[in-house]
DNA sequence: AATGAAAGTGTTATGATATAACGGTAAGTT
DNA sequence: AACTTACCGTTATATCATAACACTTTCATT
């Protein structure tokens, strides 16, 4: 949210309809959504190309661990995001890594190698899932 | 490796084959090697189930940005393991996560989080693949 | 306003990754 | 032997993602 670019007409309705659903989504799912479907996008390529914009933008992220997509719930961030992702009702958490990937540039560092960016997906259980037992 | 768990014939071959080859491949990329074909290994499925067995063993890891298996190059490790990706040779560097993934608990946690593994995937550029520009 | 470059789109087809369902086999336990 | 568990082969199918092509929209430049 909050960048000021112009969406196309497709961009804008991927973006909403991830948004609205709150947690991660398949590109399919997205294409399942009637809200989506009526709005004319029929085809997976199209729901794609759309992703593909609002990632380079930093409006979503991708959950490598799901192949899905997400909403990013912060503002835009220069730190790679990363997600807690519950097992067992799914919901995903993203967490910033202002610290989290100072250190771990470093480590790599140590190994000779120049990090560009990362992936950190963490599973467990949700705060409402564990106290459900 | 180390493990002393009888392995069957089919989970020997795929081990060998990603031992052998040194970096990450995928479940196709085995099925397409000679050295397996002729153990008579055929299908997806054959190779998926040896990969399954081999994961759960902690002898083969999954790398989720390149949808690859690749050998674990350390003892058997209770900490998740974490990986350092190139992006210009697509070797991998595996690390442990002894101090980091400890820390990644600990913030889990404080959102309430009961962290119970993690993917973490560093995409930059090897010594080597750096130092060539 | 005309021109031209860049980005976006629709459509069809195809490629790449992963699992379901079934019946059968091998090996260990009692 | 009877039972259990893991494993296996085969076929079909589900799921995820991109290639190729022709066309349109957008927008800055002239
Ligand atoms: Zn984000
Ligand atoms: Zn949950
Ligand atoms: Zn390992
Ligand atoms: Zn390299």
Redesign the interface.
Known sequence: MAKEVKLTRNQQVVMAALTDAGQPLSAYQILDLEVVRDNGLKAPLTIYRALEKLMALGQVHRI??LNAFVACDHEPHAEPAAF?I??DCRCT?E?STTS?SR??AR??GQ?????????????????AC?SAH
Chains 1, 2 share one sequence.
Do not use: D, P, R, Y
């Open positions: 490598e661990s807690m519950c097992q958490i967490f989290l250190s771990i480590h790599a190994h000779g190698f120049q990090m560009a960016g990362m992936h950190l997906e963490v599973s467990g259980h949700c705060e564990a």
